[in-house]
């Protein structure tokens, strides 16, 4: 029988393609994450990926034990989850700044699973940008909540009384109403920056983003247009009014539904985090509310 690890360790190798991307998700060594592919597959008696130039591809006996292997992890998942609720002690509220939209922050399982593992716990959801979400967790009008920001940069040093983890990487690509190509054959940022955008206020994390690459450059976005929704945004886009800043799926889905132009080879990395006071780490809510986040990233696609 393997261990929780080992199986955790295919299926995330699996998912990423890449030994290397899958130690940065579970927090180990690439020499570590290669030899329990190694025991696996030794143990098996079957190999389970083959190498290819971008990184490692499952083999059709890869491919056959994959749902097994996520089933097993489910299993032991809800396993924890109902042992825990047994003696289960948790009451209260706890508050929670959203961000984005629902599905991107995987809303639904969260609150799911936190009621399942709690079921006497009540949630009190508040939405608004990165930037709103942090001040009201520093003013502890919110026990915890959703952050956008560069990876590794988190709030931020002016924020030192906030503790964070991050849930996953992901890119913003510039959008641009469709028949802009000609507009956009200069991609550099002092080009982009006089083209018409449609900006959003400081709280927003496409604004700490954007402004993270024009303010070291000495240049300033041509705001034409500002706005507080993504929603709102992609419109304005769409109606060509100007460019914008664009979650990975939204730029690809927009291009191939609307016709929108994603400009070529300009991606800005983020991180989405959850943020909570460091003074507050050791609090019951807070700590509930971590492990079931974390394993709801950590066990969905």
């Given amino acids: 029988m393997h261990d929780p690890q080992t199986l955790r360790a295919f299926v995330t190798v699996a998912r990423e393609g890449s030994v290397s991307r899958a130690a940065e998700r579970l927090h180990l060594t690439q020499p570590a994450v290669s030899l329990k592919l190694k025991h696996l597959q030794e143990g098996l008696g079957l190999t389970l990926f083959r190498r290819r130039p971008q990184g490692l591809a499952l083999t059709a006996d890869g491919h056959a034990l994959l749902p097994a292997a ?13 042992a825990r609720a047994l003696h289960s002690t948790l009451h209260g509220r706890l508050r929670i700044g959203t961000i ?20 006497q716990l009540e949630t009190e959801l508040q939405h608004g940008m990165s930037g709103s979400v942090l001040e009201r967790v520093r003013r502890d009008t919110l026990d915890v909540g959703f952050f956008l920001a560069p990876p590794g940069v988190g709030p931020g040093p002016e924020a030192h009384e906030i503790d964070y983890c991050e849930l996953t990487h992901f890119h913003y690509h510039i959008v641009a109403p469709s028949g802009w190509g000609s507009r956009l054959e200069r991609t550099d940022w002092p080009n982009l920056a006089t083209l018409p955008w449609i900006v959003t206020p400081p709280d927003s994390a496409h604004h700490r983003l954007l402004h993270g690459v024009l303010d070291p450059l000495g240049l300033t976005p041509n705001g034409v247009a500002q706005v507080d929704q993504e929603a709102c945004m992609l419109d304005l886009v769409r109606a060509g009014v100007g460019l914008s800043l664009a979650r990975d799926a939204l730029a690809m889905a927009e291009r191939q539904e609307r016709g929108l132009v994603v400009v070529d080879g300009v991606r800005l990395p983020c991180a989405l985090c959850f943020i909570w006071r460091r ?11 971590r492990e079931v986040l974390e394993g709801v990233w950590g066990s969905l696609p």
């Fill in 70 to 82: 996520e089933r097993a992890l489910a299993a032991l998942a809800a396993f924890e989850q109902n």
């Fill in 100 to 119: 984005v939209d629902p599905e991107f922050i995987r809303l639904g399982a969260f609150l799911h699973r936190l009621v399942e593992r709690a079921p």
């Fill in 279 to 289: 003074d507050r780490s050791d609090d019951m809510l807070i700590q509930e509310a």
